[in-house]
């Protein structure tokens, strides 16, 4: 069993930053792929960012590709998901994810993730 703890949410203007972090209980987190997704209001919950158990391989949005950053510190049992040049349509509840196994390539789909967290809110103004 794996507990998901999100931090690191709130509110900032457009153009600014934050670092949102998932501390996992358990002392198998690093055989773990991990994911980060969002959902807005009124719209269905979608992939963001997602990184192997290694760390050696991370996928993205198309929307997020070049302003967030995921990674994972498996000494820690966290994942972060660092997100610059926020924009408005960035505003959701952003979930973090894990996906039990080795897989080289993490997934992005979010029926493949059994374990989440409750979410942290992130609302970013114009």
């Known amino acids: 069993q794996l507990q998901l703890v999100e931090s690191g949410g709130g509110l900032v203007q457009a153009g600014g930053s934050l670092r949102l972090s998932c501390a996992a209980s358990?002392?198998?987190?690093?055989?773990?792929?991990m994911g980060w997704f969002r959902q807005a209001p009124g719209k269905e919950r979608e992939f963001v960012a997602a990184?192997?158990?290694?760390?050696?391989?991370?996928l993205y949005a198309d929307s997020v590709k070049g302003r967030f950053t995921i990674s994972r510190d498996n000494a820690k049992n966290t994942v972060y998901l660092q997100m610059n040049s926020l924009k408005p349509e960035d505003t959701a509840v952003y979930y973090c994810?894990?996906?039990?196994?080795?897989?080289?390539?993490?997934?992005?789909?979010?029926?493949?993730?059994?374990?989440w967290g409750q979410g942290t809110q992130v609302t970013v103004s114009s």
């Open positions: 994810a894990a996906r039990w196994g080795g897989y080289v390539v993490p997934s992005t789909h979010r029926t493949d993730f059994g374990y």
């Open positions: 358990g002392r198998t987190f690093s055989r773990y792929a």
């Open positions: 990184i192997s158990w290694s760390g050696g391989m991370a």
